[in-house]
């Protein structure tokens, strides 16, 4: 099973600054790796496809990049609706697709 | 416009069967892969399950192998996620979803139901 780590845990970063995210993968994943953004009682968001490739409806400022085991995003004017909890999971190999075990980005 | 529809909340006592649902409208059911996610109460995700509908095709994460089932009706769009035995672990919000790629689970999933709390407690 390939693990994915996130860090850090938490994040907390002002409103209108940057705020950069990183997943590794304990083996290469290749360019197979989503983000996600869940907002307390919602359900996943995808935000990010291909490590790089934006969904539909997603704002600019949010950016993937990364290849094989080291991913980042990066939110590059925090808005208020930003605050949530951020999980990369790669879709390389299955059994089982993993996630990481979140980024919580709070506002300082 | 792509909808992922689930049954509504559940509570239930060890040992007791469950089964909830998934029922999509807007794309042709079975061109896409359909997949069972686990968020335990304040966890992550967690991959469960995922069903093919053009071929009956399930495929199970070792973890969730044997415990659970996935099924669907094609006659109705729907989805479904079944227990036999509940128990407290079972406790959690599961989530369908659909990846972006239809007849590819080797893709992120765009589309997600609301959720389904799932409480099983004696």
């Known amino acids: 099973e390939i693990v994915m780590t996130q860090s850090p845990a938490t994040l907390s970063v002002s409103p209108g600054e940057r705020a950069t995210l990183s997943c590794r993968a304990s083996q290469s994943v290749s360019s197979n790796l989503a983000w996600y953004q869940q907002k307390p009682g919602q359900a996943p968001r995808l935000l990010i496809y291909?490590?790089?490739t934006r969904a539909t409806g997603i704002p600019a400022r949010f950016s993937g990049r990364g290849s094989g085991t080291e991913f980042t995003l990066t939110i590059s004017s925090l808005q208020s609706e930003d605050f949530a909890v951020y999980y990369c999971?790669?879709?390389?190999?299955?059994?089982?697709?993993?996630f990481g075990q979140g980024t919580k980005l709070e506002i300082k | 416009e792509v909808q992922l529809v689930q049954s509504g909340a559940e509570v239930k006592k060890p040992g007791e069967s469950l089964r909830i649902s998934c029922k999509v409208s807007?794309?042709?059911?079975?061109?896409?892969?359909i997949g069972w996610v686990r968020q335990m109460p304040g966890k992550g995700l967690e991959w469960m399950a995922f069903?093919?509908?053009?071929?009956?095709?399930?495929k199970y994460s070792p973890s969730f192998q044997g415990q659970v089932t996935i099924s669907v009706d094609k006659s109705i769009s729907t989805a479904y996620l079944q227990w036999s035995s509940l128990k407290a672990s079972d406790t959690a919000m599961y989530y369908c979803a659909r990846p972006r790629s239809p007849g590819s689970r080797m893709s992120a999933f765009d589309y997600w139901g609301q959720g389904t709390l799932v409480t099983v407690s004696s």
């Open positions: 069903f093919y509908p053009a071929d009956s095709e399930a």
């Open positions: 999971q790669q879709y390389n190999n299955w059994p089982p697709y993993t």
């Open positions: 807007g794309y042709s059911f079975t061109s896409y892969w």
């Open positions: 291909g490590a790089s």
